[in-house]
């Protein structure tokens, strides 16, 4: 568990309660039917509230109610997902919407965002070198994951496009990577692998000003509880990743 400073703990426990109201207003903003802005960027945004607020929550020790905003990020990044007017930007909106719904412990809307996910990469045709090729083969191989059918082509794409990408920034596609390898050839010391490279990922990108961001390494966390859910039952040790809830979240009961 992350540890703060008095003042770092006072600003968690502020920043989560604005994050609360702030989702509040917002929604209520939608069923008064007042929304000023394009609704993909709106819902967008409420799911990232949301998501923020579950991290937060996590840190005062509520994991119930962290899965809650967790399960409601995945709603809102669903409805921004079916507003947008673009496709292969989407996979971004989905994979988000399928990390809040591992988080949430929902292993049904997890895999209902990889089928979508899969429905993009089968029908739009997106090339190494093309516009937003990074999020549409990562997206494709975690979607792969959750389903347990690994296409190869996906694979030999991001490790093209991760190629291009510099220092830390590529450590985010290696972790994809062996992760999606781990289960492909049913090795959990890969599988371990991706999800600490996506832990080093987290913690060389996160700002230390950022109490959100200290809290915990969410794209970790969920890659470890899919893991969790295929029966590997791996245990690493992390501040950056809450036992509880993956505890919580993991759980077949």
Partial sequence: MVEFTEEQHDRAIKQLERYQSRAKKHERLYEEEKVREDFSTFFSGLASKHNSAGILSIYVGRIEQAQDHFRRAAEY?????????????????????????????????????AHEITEITETVDVKPGDPDDDRYYFSGCLADTVLDDIREWLLEGLVAVNKEKPGVSALYGNAILTFTRGIRDENIEQINEGVITMVEYHARSLSEENVVERVMAPEATALLIISHWKGYETQLSSSLIPTKLVQASASKD
């Avoid at 669903?78 to 929902?106: C, F, H, I, K, M």
Wanted: charged share 20%.
């Fill in 77 to 113: 990044y669903q409805r921004s997902a079916e507003e947008s007017d673009v496709t292969v930007p989407t996979t971004l909106t989905l994979a988000r919407g399928l990390y809040n719904a591992s988080l949430a412990g929902d292993p049904d809307s997890t895999q209902a965002f």
